[in-house]
């Protein structure tokens, strides 16, 4: 057997008809495309904007508001930039917004709300991860003390902060989840949403006891059956949703490592999350190997210019995210510092997946309806899989004249490192005699059109790769 190396002619090469690299004798061609390093557009992984969208203007300076989501969306004008010089490319969003805004009164949901943000992020070319803030402050809905909200007697005193374990609290914040699941569960723009059941912003649970934390957290999982949930680390509501694989989980100030001991331990040694919280949480939550099975977020802790102001060790802080098996990263929408820039997209190109075709083997001809043999090898050079069931697939064109065929594969079964695919496939029987150009892509769940992109060089713009071509005979 012979190995074409399949890429653009150079200066020098000269077209000529592909079979005649071949000897006469030879029966199967290896094609081995190229690895890109370029950005992917892919969906489910890398990095996000936080509260607006591609196009829309980062946060001035290294601050950023967690209790503002957006309310108003702009229409996208033609020939708007999508990109920002000072922040990666991204195909995600995330919201969040406070229970107040969503329902400032009983029952009355903002829905526009919701369904704007899913739009502007479609015109934006990106999914939206969500989550509805229980409260901040003092931010509860008013209409929740007066249906019979408590507050706890042991909260703290800068807040009225509600008592979790209440019948009220579970009965409201309960019923405003139940609707949005039924309003947007599976939507196709709504990357995931959060387990945010309690405490300030969502995060920590607030003063639930086990029991009440696995009772809020069952809403979540009773009524979210399609689209993608993510818990909250650190949660005994996050020990309870990891006993299903379904369910990811996000950190929520990845990159802490304050270092002052204020006079209580030495400089060095006082608590952080990088060295006391993640550790030990993934540990006693039990989500060590969810990664294979659901996806992994991680949330700044203020953000990457603040990490450079401090002087936080940025290589040691990527590299423990990549430990981690993280999909998505969510800096703030706060600009990235230009000698931080290659760091950070060096870090987003291995967030999730990426998946490069190192090699396929396909017989040099074949009859129309023939089973043919194939054999594949990519290699997942990302840190995580794609969680999502989308079909692989070959497509033999002649002219204007296409047929797809389904390779059977599990992408979601592509762990980093390598993958082998090998069988038989049927050769479309509506293939002419002639030469049959093949190209492969990773397609929508319609199965129509390319979805995820190959990291090799030369894909078209269509997403389909061009690999070779075979002679079709009588």
């Not at 939507?187 to 300030?200: N, R, V």
């Not at 981690?324 to 230009?338: E, L, N, R, V, W």
Request: proline residues 7%; glycine residues 8%.
């Amino acid at each position: 057997m012979q190995t074409i190396l399949r890429g653009p002619l150079r200066a020098h090469e000269t077209a000529a008809r592909w079979r005649d690299a071949f000897g006469k004798d030879e029966v199967i061609q290896r094609v081995r495309p190229r690895e890109s390093k370029k950005y992917l557009p892919n969906p489910h992984r890398g990095t996000t904007t936080f509260q607006r969208f591609n196009g829309d203007a980062l946060y001035p300076g290294m601050e950023w508001d967690d209790s503002k989501g957006p309310e108003q969306f702009s229409a996208l004008q033609l020939g708007q930039p999508l990109a920002n010089a000072q922040y990666p490319h991204t195909t995600l969003a995330y919201c969040r917004w406070l229970w107040s805004v969503l329902e400032p009164a009983k029952g009355k949901i903002r829905w526009e709300i919701v369904d704007g943000a899913l739009a502007a992020a479609r015109a934006r070319g990106q999914t939206v991860q969500m989550r509805i803030q229980p409260y901040i402050g003092d931010d509860l809905p008013p209409w929740f003390w007066q249906l019979g909200g408590k507050a706890a007697r042991d909260g703290d005193p800068s807040r009225r902060e509600p008592d979790h374990n209440h019948s009220a609290y579970s009965t409201h914040f309960g019923d405003i989840l139940r609707a949005f699941a039924k309003r947007y569960d599976g939507h196709p723009d709504l990357e995931s949403f959060d387990i945010a059941y309690g405490g300030p912003c969502g995060e920590t649970g607030g003063n639930t006891t086990v029991a009440t934390a696995k009772k809020l957290v069952d809403i979540y999982l009773k009524s979210f059956r399609k689209t993608q949930l993510v818990s909250m680390l650190g949660t005994p509501g996050c020990a309870h949703a990891s006993k299903l694989a379904r369910v990811g989980w996000r950190a929520d100030c990845f990159g802490d490592l304050r270092s002052e001991g204020k006079g209580v331990v030495p400089d060095g040694l006082c608590w952080n999350h990088m060295y006391d919280s993640y550790p030990r949480e993934v540990f006693e939550n039990g989500v060590s190997e969810r990664w294979k099975t659901a996806p992994v977020t991680l949330e700044t802790c203020w953000t990457v210019p603040y990490w450079e102001m401090k002087g936080w060790d940025v290589d040691w802080i990527l590299e423990q995210g990549l430990k981690y098996h993280a999909s998505i990263f969510m800096p703030k929408s706060c600009y990235i510092p230009d000698r931080w820039r290659d760091k950070i997209d060096a870090f987003d190109r291995r967030l999730g997946y990426r998946f490069v075709l190192r090699q396929l083997n396909l017989p040099l001809e074949a009859k129309p309806g023939a089973r043919i043999p194939f054999w594949m090898w990519i290699e997942n050079v990302g840190v995580a899989p794609l969680y999502r069931d989308y079909p692989l697939a070959l497509r033999f064109r002649q002219g204007e004249t296409s047929h797809i065929v389904n390779l059977n594969s599990d992408v979601r079964t592509w762990l980093p490192g390598d993958v082998i695919h090998a069988g038989k496939i049927t050769v479309p029987r509506k293939l002419q005699r002639g030469e049959a150009k093949v190209e492969i892509a990773i397609l929508d769940e319609a199965g129509s059109a390319p979805r995820i992109l190959f990291a090799n060089e030369g894909a078209a713009a269509t997403g389909w790769l061009p690999l070779t071509k075979m002679d079709v005979i009588a």
